[in-house]
């Protein structure tokens, strides 16, 4: 078999199972976080969650199809290497930012949930003189 054909291969089989195991990591654990934020409405925080895992797999694999092209010829078994390396590399940097990204509205969506449900300020138990005005 072609080393090009091999490397497109053992690029495709790496990212797809990297990004499957990254989806499902962050369905599992995403859930817990979106039940408190809807306030134990299990089935809505389940919808949202299984929408934010769509999105990811469509980010993810979009990239994972378009980085797919290798702009030089591979020749050799070290070239393949280096290729896969290179792409698996790149699928990995995608795949963190995906999961900062989602941490970070995750944990926004909480803020907002913990501010709808925290007790009104309280009202002030002192007045501070006026200030005369400075000539």
Do not use: Q
Not at 13 to 26: D, F, K, N, P
């Amino acid at each position: 078999m072609n080393p090009i054909v091999w490397t497109y291969t053992i690029y495709l089989v790496i990212s797809i199972a990297l990004t499957i195991w990254v989806a499902r990591t962050l369905h599992r654990n995403g859930r817990h976080f979106l039940v408190e934020v809807y306030r134990g409405n299990e089935s809505l925080a389940d919808s949202v969650n299984h929408l934010l895992v769509v999105g990811f797999y469509l980010v993810n694999l979009g990239y994972i199809t378009l980085a797919l092209a290798v702009s030089r010829y591979v020749h050799d078994t070290r070239g393949a290497i280096e290729t896969v390396s290179a792409k698996v590399g790149a699928v990995l940097i995608v795949l963190g930012i995906m999961h900062f990204t989602n941490l970070f509205v995750f944990t926004r969506m909480r803020r907002r949930a913990e501010l709808r449900s925290a007790p009104p300020p309280l009202p002030p138990t002192s007045r501070l003189a006026p200030i005369a005005p400075v000539r």
